[in-house]
């Protein structure tokens, strides 16, 4: 029975470590070192347990702890700071606070 139990225990520690950092890539809109600063801080200070912003191919690879946080309040904060992601728009108010060499090309408006 004992032995069981710790089974049953290691198993549930094994999936609830396995799912809680859920490792996850957003496209995130951005043109520089300074964006990928800001990109990162962004997700890190919406719950990301790590984040990082690829340049050349605009994809922010993340893990979170899903109890935590969620895509969308990741994305939704990286909006916040001014960047567009693949679900996510920032407002024009936002955006505009960008430095200049951070204001991206932002070729159409999502919904």
């Known amino acids: 029975m ?3 139990f710790m089974m ?3 198993l ?3 999936c609830n470590f396995a799912f809680a950092q859920a490792p996850t890539t957003i496209k995130v809109s951005g043109n520089c070192g300074s964006c990928k600063k ?3 801080k962004a997700a890190m200070d919406a719950g990301a347990t790590t984040a990082n912003w690829d340049k050349a191919k605009k994809l922010l690879a993340l893990t979170f702890d899903a109890g935590k946080t ?3 309040k990741i994305e939704t904060a990286i909006a916040g700071a001014g960047y567009d992601t693949e679900n996510k728009v920032a407002t024009e108010e936002a955006y505009k606070k960008l ?3 951070c204001q991206y090309d932002r070729k ?3 919904k």
Do not use: A, F, G, Y
């Open 12 to 14: 549930l520690m094994i």
């Open 108 to 110: 159409k408006k999502k």
């Open 38 to 40: 800001s990109i990162e």
């Open 8 to 10: 049953v225990s290691l």
């Open 70 to 72: 969620s895509t969308d």
């Open 2 to 4: 004992k032995k069981n």
């Open 99 to 101: 430095e200049e060499c």
